[in-house]
């Protein structure tokens, strides 16, 4: 995976329109050493502490979501039949899940990147458009998401706020507990001593959590970056 050091908003912006097409994908990470691992696959180390392999993980994964469907019932307008949106559901409430994260927005990566102040270098892991196919392309929607047999493309309908904010996209992993990479992904690597001022200048173009987070949560979020600093 080629590398690419940002040293400024300005080299960034110039990655982003110089290499990248439209409807490229973009994942902020706030350490640079995050594998692309979906939250599932990373309990598998606790999983093998403990005398447990990765088919235990798999099947509590599988349970996890039937119980998450049947619990969350009660608090829907209508009961969620479609195991995609489901699972969708569900990694937008917490739990693990095979999906990975990303944006069509460069910004919004960006800003997950740097909102935080960890003593560590962070990253955009940025990906060319059609590199991963759209479930709806390859004719796999009628499939389980627990049953794909390759990393996928799922473009989520916009049933949240956050989703349609965020300009979100998710990919369905294979081989969750797997780090995963593809042809021509690139690794923008941002410094630490980059991230305040990345963070101010991401708020100077809209970009806060008071957008990508509506509600009260992003607008208490956005009120404390202003006034006392700090994540974004």
């Given at each position: 995976?080629i ?15 110089l ?14 050493n ?8 990373r309990?598998l180390?606790?999983?093998?502490k403990?005398?447990?392999?990765k ?8 349970f ?20 995609w949106?489901?699972?969708v ?5 917490g ?8 944006t069509h927005?460069?910004?919004v ?7 935080s102040?960890?003593?560590t ?12 196919l759209d479930?709806?392309?390859t ?16 473009v989520?309908n ?25 042809s021509?992904?690139?690794k ?7 991230k305040?001022?990345?963070r101010?200048?991401l ?16 607008i208490?979020?956005?009120v404390?970056y202003l ?5 974004a």
């Amino acid at each position: 995976m080629i590398e690419i050091k940002i040293e400024s908003f300005e080299s960034y912006h110039r990655e982003v329109v110089l290499k990248f097409s439209l409807g490229a994908l973009y994942r902020g990470v706030t350490n640079k050493n995050h594998e692309l691992i979906p939250s599932v696959g990373r309990y598998l180390p606790d999983y093998q502490k403990n005398g447990r392999d990765k088919s235990k993980l798999l099947n509590h994964e599988r349970f996890a979501l039937e119980i998450f469907e049947k619990d969350s019932a009660g608090f829907l307008p209508s009961k969620v039949s479609d195991p995609w949106e489901l699972i969708v559901l569900a990694q937008h409430h917490g739990l693990p899940t095979r999906l990975l994260d990303w944006t069509h927005n460069p910004l919004v990566a960006l800003f997950f990147a740097v909102q935080s102040n960890d003593d560590t270098d962070a990253a955009v892991y940025a990906l060319e458009a059609g590199v991963v196919l759209d479930v709806m392309d390859t004719g796999e929607l009628g499939k389980h998401p627990l049953e794909l047999q390759e990393t996928r493309q799922l473009v989520p309908n916009s049933s949240s706020p956050r989703i349609s904010a965020q300009s979100s996209v998710f990919t369905v992993h294979a081989q969750p507990t797997d780090p995963w990479t593809a042809s021509g992904m690139k690794k923008l690597t941002i410094p630490k001593e980059q991230k305040m001022q990345l963070r101010a200048v991401l708020y100077k173009y809209g970009v806060s959590s008071k957008k990508l987070f509506p509600g009260l949560d992003g607008i208490g979020r956005t009120v404390r970056y202003l006034k006392f600093g700090g994540q974004a």
